[in-house]
């Protein structure tokens, strides 16, 4: 239905919060991409950084943050 409100073609659950958010973005362009490391800014809240790679872990998925 929110598919169609926006005119979209495909649209997705909303996440609980930025780092999950975060963490599906990176596991979803693993699946697609296979990128050696997830980055991310350490201008990203500590707290979205903590969140992002807790996600990660569970996945078994590298992360490593760059200025």
Partial sequence: MIAEL???DVA???MYD???G???GR???HARHRP???RVATSVHPEYREGLAT???SRELPVSTVC
Avoid: H, K, Q
Wanted: proline share 0%; hydrophobic share 30%.
């Fill in 12 to 14: 997705n659950a909303s």
């Fill in 18 to 20: 930025g780092s999950t």
């Fill in 6 to 8: 926006t005119g979209m």
């Fill in 36 to 38: 050696s490391a997830g």
């Fill in 22 to 24: 975060a963490g599906r």
């Fill in 55 to 57: 996600c990660l872990r």
């Fill in 27 to 29: 596991a979803d362009g």
